[in-house]
C-alpha cells in the first residue's frame, strides 16, 4: 500500500485499505442477481457489512486526511480544478436491466 | 491535442483483474507513486462503488524543457472510479491537478467483462498544453510517448498483481500471516460466497509486500 500524503494518517490509511481490500474483493463478485431487486439487497448488505467493520476507521482516516488536505491547501487545488474544467459525471450505468426498479 | 486510445484483452475475469487494478500502487513498474489517498467514497443506491483518489507522481522534465518554470517535477493526480459489480465494468477516469497549462493529461480507461469471461481494457487518454513559446506541440508530443510508456508500465504492473493474486488463491495455505496484527478483521469474515476458496487472498497478498518487521 502506498503511503498517504500525510505521514501522520499512513497507520490509519494502512489499517483503512487493509479493511477496505478484504470487503472489496468480495463485493466484487457478487453472487449471480438478476432482479433489481436482489441486486438492490445486495448493495444494502454490502454497505451494512461494510459499516459494520471498516466504518470506523474509514471515518478516522477520513478525517485525518480531510485535515491533512486543508493543511496542505489541496483544497483549492482540487476546487480549482473542478472548477476551470468540472469532472465529468461518470456515465450511467450500461443498459443490462430494463425491468423497472421496485425499490 | 492528442488523442490516444488502445484497447488490450486480459485472460482473467473481469472481478480479478478489477481487483489487481485497485490494488495496483505500490508495485515495481510504479516506483514513481509517491502518496495515494482515498478522499471521497460512496456506495450509489444502484450498488456501484464511487471513489475519488489523490495520488501525488514524480515526474521527470525532459531536458530541452526550459529551466525554472516548473519547481517541482511532482504532480498531485486526481482519479474518480466507478465499479459496478453487477455490470461487471469499472470506469476510472484520472487527470493532473498542477502544472496543468504546461500539460493537462486526462485518462479515461473501462474494464468491462467479456461474454468469453475475459476482460477488456480500454484506454482513452486526451493530452493538451497551453504552454506556447514555440513548445506546444513539442510538450503534446512527449506527452504522448511518455503516456504510452507508462501504460505499458501500468499494465505490467496490474499483470504482475494479477499473478501474485492468482498464486495466491490457488494456495489456500497462509502465508504465516496474522490476519488480525492491525485489529481489523481478516478477509474471511467477508466471504459472501463459500464456494470459492479465496478467502482472505488480499490479506495474504498484503504481505508479500509487506513483510511483518
Redesign the interface.
Known amino acids: 500500500?502506498?503511503?498517504?500524503?500525510s505521514a501522520e494518517?499512513t497507520p490509519l490509511?494502512?489499517?483503512?485499505d487493509?479493511?477496505?481490500?478484504?470487503?472489496?474483493?468480495?463485493?466484487?463478485?457478487?453472487?449471480v442477481?438478476a432482479s433489481s431487486s436482489e441486486?438492490?439487497a445486495?448493495?444494502k448488505?454490502?454497505?451494512d457489512?461494510?459499516e459494520a467493520?471498516?466504518g470506523k476507521?474509514?471515518q478516522q482516516?477520513?478525517e485525518c486526511?480531510?485535515r491533512a488536505?486543508k493543511e496542505k491547501g489541496?483544497d483549492k487545488?482540487?476546487q480549482?480544478?473542478r472548477e476551470?474544467?468540472p469532472?465529468?459525471e461518470?456515465?450511467p450505468?450500461?443498459v443490462?436491466q430494463t425491468f423497472k426498479k421496485t425499490s | 491535442m492528442k488523442f490516444f486510445s488502445q484497447s488490450f484483452l486480459y485472460d482473467d475475469p473481469w472481478p480479478i483483474v478489477s481487483l489487481a487494478f485497485f490494488l495496483r500502487y505500490p508495485n515495481p513498474y510504479a516506483a514513481h507513486v509517491i502518496s495515494c489517498d482515498v478522499i471521497s467514497r460512496n456506495q450509489t443506491s444502484s450498488g456501484s462503488l464511487l471513489t475519488t483518489r489523490l495520488i501525488l507522481k514524480r515526474g521527470a522534465m525532459p531536458r530541452w524543457f526550459p529551466k525554472g518554470i516548473v519547481s517541482r517535477a511532482e504532480s498531485w493526480v486526481i482519479e474518480e472510479s466507478e465499479v459496478d459489480p453487477h455490470g461487471m465494468v469499472v470506469r476510472c477516469r484520472t487527470k493532473n491537478l498542477d502544472h496543468v497549462k504546461v500539460m493537462q493529461v486526462e485518462e479515461a480507461v473501462e474494464f468491462r467483462q467479456t461474454p468469453e469471461g475475459k476482460t477488456l481494457q480500454h484506454t482513452e487518454a486526451r493530452i493538451v498544453s497551453g504552454f506556447g513559446w514555440g513548445l506546444t506541440k513539442r510538450i503534446e508530443n512527449h506527452g504522448l510517448t511518455r503516456f504510452k510508456a507508462n501504460l505499458q508500465r501500468s499494465r505490467e504492473g496490474v499483470s504482475l498483481i494479477l499473478s501474485l493474486l492468482r498464486q495466491s488463491r490457488l494456495q489456500p495455505i497462509t502465508l504465516g500471516a496474522p490476519t488480525s496484527v492491525l485489529g481489523t478483521p481478516s478477509a474471511g469474515d467477508f466471504s459472501n460466497d463459500t464456494s470459492q476458496p479465496k478467502n482472505g487472498t488480499w490479506t495474504k497478498l498484503r504481505y508479500w509486500f509487506q513483510p511483518p518487521s
Do not use: D
Not at chain 1, 490509511?13 to 483503512?16: D, H, M, S
Open positions: 500500500m502506498a503511503n498517504s500524503l494518517c490509511k494502512e489499517k483503512y487493509t479493511c477496505f481490500n478484504a470487503w472489496f474483493e468480495g463485493y466484487l463478485e457478487p453472487a442477481a441486486r438492490a445486495y448493495s448488505q454490502k454497505a457489512e461494510f467493520k471498516c476507521v474509514w482516516y477520513r486526511i480531510q488536505v489541496l487545488l482540487l480549482q480544478a476551470e474544467n469532472l465529468k461518470p456515465p450505468p450500461p443490462v
